[in-house]
T-cell receptor
Framework: GAGVSQSPSNKVTEKGKDVELRCDPISGHTALYWYRQSLGQGLEFLIYFQGNSAPDKSGLPSDRFSAERTGGSVSTLTIQRTQQEDSAVYLC????????????FGQGTRLTVV | AQTVTQSQPEMSVQEAETVTLSCTYDTSENNYYLFWYKQPPSRQMILVIRQEAYKQQNATENRFSVNFQKAAKSFSLKISDSQLGDTAMYFCAFMKQNTGNQFYFGTGTSLTVIP
């Protein structure tokens, strides 16, 4: 596609439910990042994938968060047993290589946990 | 650990005037990249400008330029001839070189261009 695509654009869920957020990176991009942006905050790193290497999960805030990237392309971020503090915009980015190249961002998914 | 600090949560500027957004960072690395990203209400982050730490010359992109002071660990963004479309959140970001690493972002500056 022309850019990084994220779905859904907005998601409202009840506390305790599981949610899945999807990211379609730019075709051919080997690196994929997930960030979380809470209100009034900067972007918090969650996880990054580079090719077939093991992902860097060092930013995941708890074991309720997980992500996978199938076939080196589409990625899904899953949040289990959602809490109100999980409410944020979740941004995905991809780059041609993980090193020293521009990252292109999607428009994010705004998650609201009620 | 790397940290990025933007000390101006909000700024405003008159259309056609010049504004400077501040950014400082802390790192023990010698080689790295610095970025300014713009986030309009659409939420999509857009790269504005990028600076390699090994380059002494300040990066420029049309109306956007940076003042990179490596010793002071300062990386400010100057927007000249401000336009209404420049209204957005601006994030300063840091990336280590050659590590395939994450971006470290500041908390952002909300810029409003006043007509």
């Amino acid at each position: 596609g022309a850019g990084v695509s994220q779905s859904p654009s907005n998601k409202v869920t009840e506390k305790g439910k599981d949610v899945e957020l999807r990211c379609d990176p730019i075709s051919g991009h080997t690196a994929l990042y997930w960030y979380r942006q809470s209100l009034g905050q900067g972007l918090e790193f969650l996880i990054y994938f580079q090719g077939n290497s093991a992902p860097d999960k060092s930013g995941l805030p708890s074991d309720r968060f997980s992500a996978e990237r199938t076939g080196g392309s589409v990625s899904t971020l899953t949040i289990q047993r959602t809490q109100q503090e999980d409410s944020a915009v979740y941004l995905c980015a991809s780059s041609l290589m993980a090193v020293n190249t521009e990252a292109f961002f999607g428009q994010g998914t705004r998650l609201t946990v009620v | 650990a790397q940290t990025v600090t933007q000390s101006q949560p909000e700024m405003s500027v008159q259309e056609a005037e010049t504004v400077t957004l501040s950014c400082t960072y802390d790192t023990s690395e010698n080689n790295y990249y610095l970025f300014w990203y713009k986030q309009p209400p659409s939420r999509q982050m857009i790269l504005v400008i990028r600076q390699e730490a090994y380059k002494q010359q300040n990066a420029t992109e049309n109306r956007f330029s940076v003042n990179f002071q490596k010793a002071a660990k300062s990386f400010s963004l100057k927007i000249s001839d401000s336009q209404l479309g420049d209204t957005a959140m601006y994030f300063c970001a840091f990336m280590k070189q050659n590590t395939g690493n994450q971006f470290y972002f500041g908390t952002g500056t909300s810029l409003t261009v006043i007509p």
